[in-house]
């Protein structure tokens, strides 16, 4: 009974004291939800917010208002028009309103954990001294405590959920670094999804700002804080920054930048920047971004880079780098980039402009409208797709549009469905390289394969020179600066032997290209292979001068104004095999050649010529020779005429010289080792002959050996008299020298005639014999109308360029030539006899009669003395008669005499005998001029 009693007792008390509990806690909670609501009525925040603002300017000694101070409902604080005065600024902060979220019972356990931050009409001014304190240092020193008062208690943390910022403006000025910030912006926000500071890891999701208004002017600092990198190497020991960030929006920015220090300068403004991120993994240099949008752009910078030297006198060598292995190559991916309706302005103010073409330190771009997807750029790859591009810039590019995929890889580059337009070029479809490594495109082009095919395309000169205008002087652009050229391509294989499926050309002018086969070792000149099938390749004679070097071309050379070449091509720089035909306003021509130019005196070539019509004299500017159709073989070895052995075979059909059209004509040839033989058979109706010419050819000591039948030979027809004159006869020669100074053979003319269409004039035999040797030289001349020998030892070369000379002492017949060389010690005599013969009397029709004529004399070129005797029996011109007279010429006195002794002389007028005339520097003008005619007719060497 007991027992029980005791045990109803003490659960009354339970009962009652779980009861005083609960009452006691929901009195503190009353308690307090009364204390939360006080905050809301005026006498309270009032009471709190003097006290709040007593307790500040106490501690911090500068002014302080605060309008209103309130805690809403449930978990926010709020203050209205806040004001802090600093101790030499107006204005340190001003706030027109701030409400902070948070759950307050968080804050007994250190937790700050901030659900949202409203902030609205805010600025700040905050001024950094020379001495490094900023102008807010007095309040951190204000509220600032010992170590004594330090207490061990946990670390505070801090939690952010919403941001919301309105109407913020900031201005910093650091007098110690020089520089000057002015911020102000409309309106920021997101939503903080982590914030934790010990693990430096922090997300958001979207960011919104707008109205940006960003100045910054750096000034020249004298020496930089070295606290600077020790600031950096401490961040850099904490743990990797892990960030996550979503949407991006940037609007209405407006930025200016300013550094006298690098005399950079900057100004950006855009009306939205807006992206959205996938993953940003700091640590791993890896990000993945969704969308890049750039709209409404202008950005105009200005950047002092002078040009370096390129060999410093005292270049350092470079440090090596301190780039620790754990850096890892960027890895970006872009689903899409669009920059719309974008002005970019870039100057390098330490460069002059240049005048002509882009100017890459000077550039000004009035239009950019870029769309870019699935851009990647990871191990070194870069690829993605171009949509769209419409990009124009002050100096004249002006792409239209373009768009392509493109790759740039270790092992691999290509731009695929390539569509690139402007006013002037138009470039399509594609272009892959593959190869070993990135480093064989500079190490080993050859060997990259290629693979490109350009369908319908067009490339403009002035586009190229305003890239590279450097260009400008250089063949091909200097003469076609706005040449549009057009062209289709389809190639495969590796740069060192492509095979070209198709090749056309056209647009430089009048050139045209049309070809296809393969090329090796392009790379390699020396080792250049080449099996080309040319369609056509057509031009003109301008655009052939200029394309080539100037002066390849001799100036004496004519070429077609108009041509055309088709057939093949196989061979390298030193084989080549051909079968090519052309097509020209200047004749035709078909040529199979097979030439092998690698042993050097020992070239070995084949080559078959089909002329038709060839203007030769047209092309060699020759007006005696005219079109020439001919068929022509030579095949043999080596072009040196000394090491030559070769067989010459041609078949003129048609050659014009001297306006007369030969025909007929056959031609073989052959040499050996400069030993030569050459058969010549024309069946011309006015050039019929057959001639045998053999000899050594020798530059200093050629032979000849020459003999044949001109069976006819109608010099009148062919343009060489102005009479009517056909020669017929037989030829022998034979010169073991036909050097001029060394003359040693014979010419005879045997059973010769020549008839002037009327009348039949035979010719005996003529001959013409020379010899020299080391001691004497002698020429002899027999014919029967003349005898003549000249004996003595001279050169053919000086010895008349001497007489000559002396001669003009006294009458100057011709211009002297100053410059001969004449060699001491040359003298001749000679004697002369002229034969009384029918023949002559062709010539001379007035040359009635006369007896032989003799003449001898000598001259010395070293004295320059000049004897001649001559003795004229009898001579009957017209009606004049000269009986029995002698002649004497000499030059002494240094004047030159005539003595002519005449036993009669008569005329129509006049009759004297044994009369002597001495004629001393007295000769009339006709005889002068005879005289004349009579020196311009000696050989002149």
Request: no cysteine.
């Amino acid at each position: 009974m007991l027992e029980t009693f005791l045990l109803l007792k003490l659960k009354i008390n339970t009962t009652k004291l779980i009861r005083r509990i609960a009452i006691t806690f929901i009195s503190i909670l009353v308690i307090l939800t009364l204390l939360i609501l006080s905050l809301r009525l005026p006498a309270v925040q009032n009471f709190i917010k003097d006290r709040l603002i007593a307790y500040l300017e106490q501690k911090i000694k500068t002014k302080v208002s605060l309008e209103r101070v309130y805690v809403g409902f449930p978990n926010s604080l709020v203050m209205e028009n806040l004001y802090l005065k600093g101790q030499d600024v107006d204005t340190l902060l001003a706030v027109k309103k701030l409400d902070v979220g948070l759950h307050m019972l968080k804050l007994i356990n250190s937790t700050a954990d901030i659900t949202s931050v409203d902030l609205e009409g805010a600025r700040a001014n905050v001024v950094r001294k020379p001495d490094g304190k900023f102008n807010f240092d007095y309040i951190i020193d204000a509220f600032a405590t010992t170590d004594k008062e330090e207490s061990s208690s946990k670390p505070f943390i801090i939690s952010l959920d919403k941001i919301n910022l309105k109407d913020v403006g900031v201005t910093f000025n650091d007098q110690q670094s020089k520089n000057d910030i002015n911020l102000y912006f409309k309106s920021f926000d997101t939503r903080v999804k982590k914030f934790d500071l010990n693990k430096n890891t922090y997300a958001v999701n979207d960011i919104n700002l707008d109205g940006l208004k960003l100045k910054l002017k750096q000034g020249i600092v004298e020496e930089v804080s070295k606290k600077v990198e020790k600031k950096v190497d401490s961040l850099n020991e904490k743990k990797p920054m892990n960030i996550g960030l979503r949407v991006i929006k940037l609007t209405h920015f407006d930025i200016d930048y300013g550094d006298e220090n690098t005399k950079t300068y900057a100004k950006v403004l855009f009306k939205e920047l807006s992206t959205k991120v996938n993953k940003l993994d700091l640590e791993n240099n890896a990000f993945n971004v969704s969308n890049v949008f750039l709209s409404g752009a202008d950005i105009n910078a200005n950047l002092y880079l002078p040009a370096q030297n390129a060999n410093p006198k005292n270049k350092k060598e470079a440090e090596p780098s301190k780039v620790s292995d754990q850096d890892k190559a960027m890895n970006l991916l872009l689903g899409k980039l669009v920059l719309n309706d974008v002005k970019v302005a870039y100057n390098n103010t330490a460069i002059a402009p240049t005048k002509q073409g882009m100017d890459f330190n000077h550039l000004n771009f009035s239009k950019i409208n870029v769309e870019v997807r699935s851009f990647k750029m990871e191990n070194n790859t870069f690829a993605g797709t171009v949509n769209t591009a419409e990009i124009q810039e002050a100096r004249g590019l002006n792409i239209q549009k373009f768009n392509t995929d493109f790759m740039y890889a270790e092992k691999e580059a290509y731009l695929k469905d390539l569509y690139l337009q402007t006013p002037k070029t138009l470039l399509r479809d594609e272009v892959i390289l593959n190869y070993n490594s990135i480093d064989q495109l500079t190490t080993n082009l050859g060997a990259v394969k290629i693979s490109a095919n350009i369908k319908d395309s067009k490339i403009g000169f002035s586009d190229i020179l305003n890239l590279v205008p450097t260009l400008r002087n250089t063949v091909p652009f200097n003469k076609y600066p706005n040449a549009i050229l057009n062209v289709n391509a389809n190639v495969k294989g590796s740069v060192n032997d492509l095979f070209i499926q198709d090749l056309k050309v056209s647009g430089l002018d009048q050139l045209r290209v049309n070809a296809s086969g393969r090329v090796k070792n392009a790379m390699n000149p020396d080792q250049l292979y080449y099996d080309l099938r040319i369609g056509e390749f057509s031009s003109n004679a301008k655009t052939i001068f200029n394309l080539v070097p100037k002066n390849t071309i001799p100036s004496n050379i004519t070429l077609p104004s108009n041509f055309s070449i088709k057939g093949n091509a196989k061979g390298t720089t030193k084989v080549v095999n051909t079968d090519l035909n052309l097509y020209s306003t200047l004749g035709n021509a078909a040529i199979v050649a097979n030439v092998d130019m690698r042993r050097k005196n020992h070239e070995l070539y084949d080559v078959k010529a089909n002329l038709q019509g060839i203007q030769v004299g047209k092309i060699i500017q020759n007006k005696d020779i005219g079109s020439v159709t001919a068929q022509i073989s030579a095949k043999g070895e080596s072009f040196d005429f000394k090491n030559a052995n070769a067989n010459v075979k041609g078949h003129v059909a048609a050659a014009t010289y001297k306006g007369y059209r030969y025909q007929n004509m056959n031609l073989t040839g052959k040499i050996n080792k400069g030993a030569y033989a050459v058969n010549v058979n024309s069946k011309d109706p006015n050039a019929d002959l057959q001639l045998m010419a053999s000899g050594i050819y020798d530059e200093k000591n050629p032979t000849v050996k020459v003999n044949g039948e001109v069976i006819k030979l109608d010099v009148n027809k062919l343009g060489f008299y102005e009479k009517p004159m056909i020669l017929a006869g037989k030829i022998d020669g034979d010169f073991t020298s036909l050097d001029p100074n060394n003359l040693n053979g014979y010419l005879d003319l045997k059973d010769f005639a020549f008839s002037d269409t009327k009348e039949v004039y035979p010719v005996q035999e003529v001959h013409l014999k020379a010899s020299s040797t080391t001691d004497s030289t002698q020429i002899i001349f027999n014919s029967q109308i003349a005898d003549a020998e000249l004996k003595g030892k001279y050169k053919l070369t000086q010895i008349f360029g001497a007489l000559t000379q002396t001669i003009n002492q006294y009458y100057q017949f011709q211009k002297p030539d100053k410059t001969q060389k004449i060699d001491p010690g040359q003298h001749f005599a000679f004697t002369a006899k002229i034969k009384n013969d029918d023949l002559i009397r062709k010539f001379v029709p007035d040359l009635k009669s006369f007896e032989t004529i003799n003449l001898a004399g000598n001259y010395d070129a070293d004295s320059q003395k000049i004897e001649i005797d001559g003795q004229i029996p009898q001579l009957l011109y017209g009606e004049n008669t000269i009986e029995k007279g002698t002649l004497k010429v000499t030059n002494e006195n240094q004047a030159l005499q005539y003595n002519l002794n005449v036993a009669a002389l008569k005329s129509s007028s006049f009759s004297l005998k044994k009369s002597i005339l001495m004629v001393m520097l007295l000769i009339t003008q006709s005889t002068i001029i005879s005289l004349q005619k009579m020196i311009r007719m000696l050989p002149n060497f």
